[in-house]
């Protein structure tokens, strides 16, 4: 089962998810809308909602299973608040964020910054944030195994914060315990070969890795 | 004068540049073929061109003032060496990096994170990241200003590191000696009046201040 949260920022095509039946699906604000149109089923929408309309509020009213309604001047942004209230509906399932990328670019970086936040580093390896063409998740200090989403997929290792003993293994350039000062980006990595996991590890600090394609 | 660094990001509107007669245009590899499509001169196409058709290649070589083209293979990214070409052709001249959001994220990621490099920190403040409804730009520790770009611009800030004493001043919401142990986005606060410029000061780490609207 997977939980999908999506988010609202601008789009001009139809949301697209991979969902499966059981899955749950949150709509965040205006991603409550997205979902609805989509003709996907929304479990929870949670939000302000200041930026749908009287008709969109009242659909997204009659059409939601449970509906969590805020203030508009909290101190968290709803994207928190929908995290927090997603954690609760499961204590494992792995939670997707779609609908992230597009807009406005503080939106976007404060999603990525999520990441930071000391609440929310017992869950980390629960969050896939995703696009039609990006998935990225974040890792905490260790050793790693990485299955590729797509035949296409490069793949990108983001530092995040310093990155003490950087190691790559099983990837087209591979990398022996390197260390990185500031937060540092090395992109279009490839995998092997189909169905042969890239291998990963270091010591401290938060990495992103990405998976995208052209 | 301006320079504008045009990178290759996928698009699908064409290119509009806040250019004025003087300023000089670079072509990041596709970002010639923006350009040139969208009517500016190229007066520096740069990059490996492996994006590019034969035909366009040609119509970069006969159209574009001067071509700088390197291998695939080598240890720079396009934009890198794009950046650093553009700091030999002005001393001072502020420069806007135009469409390196859409596509990839890990390569808008390493795009952003030309900020953290030691070669750029001496030329940081020259640095215009735009995009047609957000601009963002870099400060080092000390005390600023801020013009608003857009009469319906919000205001963020963006710690790209832990940052000590963060205070803002004639904003909506204001902040006294702000210290954050890891990287955090303050988003959408307000300038106060059209003409009026916010005030910010900090005394360590990299901040990144974003304007952007809806």
Redesign the interface.
């Known amino acids: 089962m997977i939980i999908h949260l999506v988010l609202g920022a601008?789009r001009e095509e139809p949301l697209i998810l991979d969902y499966q039946s059981g899955d749950l699906c949150v709509g965040v604000d205006y991603g409550a809308i997205y979902l609805l149109n989509a003709g996907y089923p929304v479990d929870l929408a949670i939000g302000d909602f200041d930026s749908v309309t009287k008709h969109e509020w009242q659909q997204i009213k009659k059409e939601s299973q449970r509906v969590e309604k805020f203030q508009a001047d909290k101190d968290d942004?709803d994207t928190e608040l929908a995290l927090l209230h997603a954690l609760n509906l499961s204590d494992e399932a792995p939670i997707h964020i779609h609908n992230w990328?597009g807009?406005?670019?503080?939106?976007f970086?404060?999603i990525l910054?999520l990441v930071?936040?000391?609440r929310f580093q017992a869950v980390l390896s629960r969050l896939v944030f995703c696009?039609p063409?990006?998935s990225?998740r974040v890792y905490q200090p260790g050793h790693y195994q990485v299955e590729q989403d797509h035949p296409d997929n490069?793949l990108?290792y983001?530092g995040?914060t310093p990155i003490k003993s950087l190691t790559l293994r099983q990837v087209k350039y591979t990398l022996e315990s390197a260390d990185y000062d500031?937060?540092?980006?090395l992109?279009?990595n490839e995998f092997l070969a189909e169905g042969q996991p890239a291998e990963f590890s270091f010591e401290s600090g938060l990495l992103?890795v990405?998976q995208?394609?052209?």
């Open positions: 601008p942004t990328i807009g406005r670019l503080d939106h970086l404060s910054y930071y936040q000391e696009s063409k990006n990225l490069y990108s983001i995040l500031v937060p540092r980006a992109v279009s992103a990405i995208s394609r052209d």
